[in-house]
């Protein structure tokens, strides 16, 4: 399985950005994906996943109200949609995805956001 992400770049804050992962396979055989980053000095987060069972969501708090995931199974891509970027959103963002009890993950994406 691999996992490519897409669409990472330098953005002004208040800006929007789109960032995909396209995977190798079905979207829909993966029990969860899910989108992380990293900033420079700090921990990898989860920023938010969907379930593959009822499409539900859930989203980190620093983000909730910005950003949206979203999938598209007949293109075996998710998408995390970013609006009002604040330099704080400043990361690597990679994807990631559940199946069983395998751990899939993309190469990342920078995103960076100017202020």
């Known amino acids: 399985v691999r996992l490519v992400e897409s669409g990472g770049g330098l953005v002004q804050a208040g800006g929007s950005l789109r960032l995909s992962c396209a995977a190798s396979?079905?979207?829909?055989?993966?029990?969860?994906m899910a989108w992380y980053r990293q900033a420079p000095g700090k921990q990898r987060e989860v920023v938010g996943n969907i379930a593959s069972s009822d499409g539900s969501t859930h989203y980190a708090d620093s983000v909730k109200g910005r950003f949206t995931i979203s999938r598209d199974n007949p293109k075996n891509t998710m998408y995390l949609q970013m609006n009002s970027l604040t330099v704080e959103d400043t990361a690597v963002y990679s994807c990631?995805?559940?199946?069983?009890?395998?751990?899939?993950w993309g190469q990342g994406t920078q995103v960076t956001v100017s202020s």
């Open positions: 396979g079905s979207t829909t055989s993966f029990d969860l």
């Open positions: 990631g995805a559940v199946r069983g009890r395998e751990v899939y």
